[in-house]
């Protein structure tokens, strides 16, 4: 399942994107559920704007396996 966004606007501030971050894995949760399969690792990753060449580009990802195999939202997020 991948749910792959923009933030539509650029995001600066921490709980702003950990916010949006939420949303996403609420949305591969909801998706999971729908085909009644579970999740047993979670990967995000973030990258700055490539089309804004004034800015420094960032990019970096990170992955965690889960303790269970999950499509519980609280689960997902945490």
Same mark, same amino acid.
């Given at each position: 399942?991948?749910? =792959? $966004? *923009?933030?539509?606007?650029?995001? !600066?501030?921490? !709980?702003?994107?950990?916010?949006?971050? *939420? @949303?996403?894995?609420? $949305?591969?949760?909801?998706?999971? $559920?729908?085909?009644? !399969? *579970?999740?047993?690792?979670?990967?995000?990753?973030? +990258?700055?704007?490539?089309?804004?060449?004034?800015?420094?580009?960032? =990019? @970096?990802? $990170?992955?965690?396996?889960? *303790? +269970?195999? !999950?499509?519980?939202?609280?689960?997902?997020?945490?």
């Amino acid at each position: 399942i991948c749910t =792959s $966004r *923009s933030f539509g606007n650029m995001l !600066t501030n921490l !709980t702003d994107i950990e916010e949006a971050l *939420s @949303n996403y894995a609420a $949305r591969c949760a909801d998706k999971l $559920r729908k085909q009644e !399969t *579970s999740a047993q690792y979670v990967m995000v990753f973030l +990258h700055t704007n490539p089309f804004n060449k004034t800015d420094k580009q960032y =990019s @970096n990802w $990170r992955g965690i396996a889960l *303790s +269970h195999p !999950t499509n519980a939202t609280p689960d997902i997020i945490q």
